[in-house]
């Protein structure tokens, strides 16, 4: 160990397990891959205010959680605490939106940064894999969203997760129901901090989870009441699509999440094995965010899926992803001479695309057998002055434990049939 260690709330990757990551990574992307979402990456900090803007200053993201800093040269930065914000950035500055068919389908994956309370699945650093869909008002996309998330849990083999789904209105309906919802919880015993809430972000007080507060929002006008044709027409319609593609989901009427900029659809992705950070991914449309930002009226979808959450659904179902071996081949040189051969061998493989590695250092036979085994390889090739006198080198099947002398010429190609 040195004197360092991962700041708090972060940890990191190392393999094997490194390795899961990865796989739930392209689990995640390859369906957004499949339907028309092209790769972006944008920087890992932005202006602050794209956040206080877009996110909302009465977010907890924003009040509390950004880490902010000021440059040399005075610009107040903050690294992403999300991702949709950066990523209509980037599409509206490279005007995304102007060069072809609205939408514009976008995927991406990442670090992001929130100064929370550390605890199990809740970090400072952690990492998603996001799809936003840009520019297109169609029950149609919201739905593709959320059935693409759902395909790629299950492609992971993860069963016991649910999906929340409620509607938030649009700029019609919304604001009445806020007056209405302001007016009945300024009724209620509440302490400041809450009653500032109410006069910010009054949706929000519908997600506190201190059950002396839960009591006394029984009553409480609900959003679904006060929904405008449209914004229920548009609702119905995802519930629709979503119940012909066979994806189930739950209504969840308090499902508001912790961003200002959503507007009608809004989901959560929640995993029932993981205690008190249970979701694992959500999302929802954004029709007023571009604006916000300063760009034209783009109504907009998307989601964000976290990845460290993914992995500990994963431990919490006990599934263990299938993942090829890193290492097919690994060579075990005896002596100088061969050494040379085997790595030219390991070079030549190498090119050809079978994966392979090699003994490095002084190590004797017992030492690099070890690390034969430990690398996964399918095959051993070892080599010592005899061998190569005979101009052979021993090939050794390490599920098999047989081992048989192949001639050198021969060994590229008997080591891809092997393989084949
Ligand atoms: P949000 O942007 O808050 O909607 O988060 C989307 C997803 O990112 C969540 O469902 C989590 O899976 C993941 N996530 C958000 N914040 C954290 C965090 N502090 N630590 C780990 N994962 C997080």
């Known amino acids: 160990m040195s004197t360092f260690k991962a700041p708090k709330g972060t940890y990191d990757l190392t393999p094997p397990d490194s390795a899961k990551y990865l796989a739930v990574r392209e689990a995640i992307s390859a369906p957004l891959k499949n339907s028309g979402y092209g790769y972006i990456e944008t920087p890992g900090f932005e202006d602050v205010a794209l956040f206080s803007r877009g996110v909302g200053e009465s977010t907890d993201i924003v009040s509390k959680e950004m880490y902010t800093l000021t440059t040399k040269g005075g610009s107040e930065l903050a690294l992403r605490p999300e991702g949709t914000a950066s990523v209509l950035r980037a599409a509206l500055e490279a005007n995304l939106h102007k060069l072809g068919n609205l939408p514009v389908k976008l995927w991406y994956s990442g670090s992001y940064y929130r100064y929370e309370r550390p605890q199990k699945g809740r970090y400072r650093h952690f990492s998603q894999v996001g799809a ?43 604001p009445v129901y806020r007056d209405a919802l302001q007016g009945f919880l300024r009724e209620l015993e509440l302490d400041e901090d809450t009653r500032r809430r109410i006069e910010l972000n009054p949706l929000r007080v519908l997600d506190d989870k201190r059950p002396e507060v839960q009591k006394q929002l029984v009553g409480a006008p609900v959003l679904r009441d006060y929904l405008c044709d449209a914004c229920k027409a548009y609702h119905e319609e995802v519930r629709d699509l979503l119940t012909a593609a066979g994806v189930a989901y739950e209504d969840d009427e308090k499902l508001v999440r912790g961003l200002d900029y959503y507007t009608r659809t809004t989901f959560e992705f929640v995993h029932d094995g993981l205690g008190s950070q249970s979701a694992v991914g959500g999302g929802g449309r954004y029709d007023g965010l571009s604006e916000m930002i300063g760009g034209p009226a783009l109504p907009s979808v998307g989601w964000a ?42 070079t030549e493989l190498r090119k050809l695309g079978v994966a392979a590695d090699f003994a490095f250092g002084s190590r004797g036979l017992k030492g690099a057998m070890k690390s034969a085994n430990r690398s996964g390889a399918r095959l051993t090739v070892v080599a010592g002055e005899r061998d190569l006198a005979d101009g052979v080198v021993q090939l050794k099947d390490m599920e098999s434990g047989e081992q048989q002398p192949v001639a050198l010429d021969a060994l590229v190609a008997e080591i891809q049939q092997k393989l084949a």
């Open 132 to 174: 936003e869909a840009i520019g297109a008002e169609d029950p149609a996309l919201d739905a593709e969203l959320i059935i693409l998330a759902d395909q790629a849990y299950r492609s992971l083999g993860l069963q016991n997760f649910r999906i929340l789904l409620n509607s938030l209105g649009d700029k019609e309906c919304r």
């Open 305 to 346: 899926l976290g990845v460290d959450r993914t992995v500990l659904a994963l431990e919490a179902e006990g599934i263990e992803l299938e993942l090829p071996a890193s290492t097919s081949v690994f060579a075990v040189p005896l002596g100088e001479e061969a050494r040379r051969v085997l790595f030219a061998k390991v």
